[in-house]
C-alpha cells in the first residue's frame, strides 16, 4: 500500500464557510427556480389581489368606495403575497428535506448513533462508533441552548447535545457550568444563554 505524507495548508475559516454552502447548494433545489417562483407569487398577488379590491370596492356605497378600495388594493395583495411566500416556502423547505433524507440513505448514513461527550483538559471531544472528534477549548465559541439541547459551537463547525445526555436538571447544571470555567472569556461572554439557564434553574 503506498503512503503519502501529512498534508498541510493553511485553512481559512471563510474558504470553510464556502466550500459548505456549495455543498449545499448543490443538494437543495434550483435557488433560480425559488426566485422565479418568488417573482410570479408577488405578480399573481397584485394583479388578483387589486382584481379583487376593485372587485369588492363597486360594491360598497359610493361615499365610501374610494376610502374602501384605498384599502382594499393594499390589503388583499399582501395578504396573498405572504400565503404565497408561505406556501413556496413549505414547498421548497420540503423538496430540500427530500432530498437531504435521500443523500442521507444513499451514504448509507444511519438515522442515529450512540455519542459520548466529554469534558477534557485538551478540549471537547465527541466519540461515536463512526469517529472522534476533539474540539480544543481555545476553538469553542459559543454554547448556546436549543429547543433539544445545547450546540457547542467552534471554529469549523458546532456539536450538538441532545437533552437526552442529561439525567436531569442538576446533571445538566454541572455540565453547563463545567463548560463554561474551561471556555475563553470571549465564549464565555457570548453564550448567554448558558447564563441564563444557570441562573433560571438556580
Known amino acids: 500500500m503506498s503512503t503519502l505524507p501529512p498534508l498541510s495548508a493553511e485553512l481559512h475559516h471563510r ?10 447548494q448543490q443538494a437543495a433545489p434550483s435557488p433560480t427556480l425559488y426566485m422565479l417562483a418568488m417573482v410570479f407569487v408577488f405578480l399573481a398577488a397584485m394583479e388578483i389581489g387589486l382584481g379583487l379590491a376593485f372587485m369588492a370596492s363597486q360594491r360598497i356605497p359610493l361615499p365610501y368606495m374610494v376610502l374602501a378600495h384605498h384599502f382594499l388594493s393594499m390589503a388583499l395583495p399582501a395578504l396573498l403575497f405572504v ?58 465559541n459559543r454554547l448556546t441552548r ?8 467552534n471554529d469549523l463547525g458546532s456539536f450538538f447535545v441532545p437533552q437526552a445526555a442529561f439525567a436531569d436538571t442538576e446533571t445538566e447544571r454541572t455540565w453547563v457550568r463545567m463548560m463554561l470555567e474551561r471556555m475563553n472569556d470571549e465564549a464565555v461572554a457570548a453564550s448567554a444563554a448558558a447564563h441564563m439557564f444557570l441562573d433560571w434553574s438556580a
Request: glycine content about 10%; overall charge negative; proline content about 3%.
Open 15 to 24: 474558504d470553510v464557510m464556502a466550500a459548505t454552502s456549495e455543498v449545499g
Open 146 to 153: 436549543t429547543s433539544g439541547g445545547w450546540v457547542v459551537g
Open 83 to 140: 400565503f404565497g411566500l408561505w406556501t413556496v416556502n413549505t414547498t421548497y423547505n420540503r423538496i430540500a428535506s427530500d432530498r437531504h433524507a435521500r443523500q442521507v440513505t444513499e451514504n448509507g448514513t444511519p438515522d442515529s448513533v450512540s455519542a459520548t461527550y466529554s469534558i477534557e483538559n485538551a478540549g471537547f471531544r465527541l466519540s461515536t462508533p463512526r469517529g472522534e472528534w476533539l474540539a480544543k477549548w481555545i476553538s469553542v
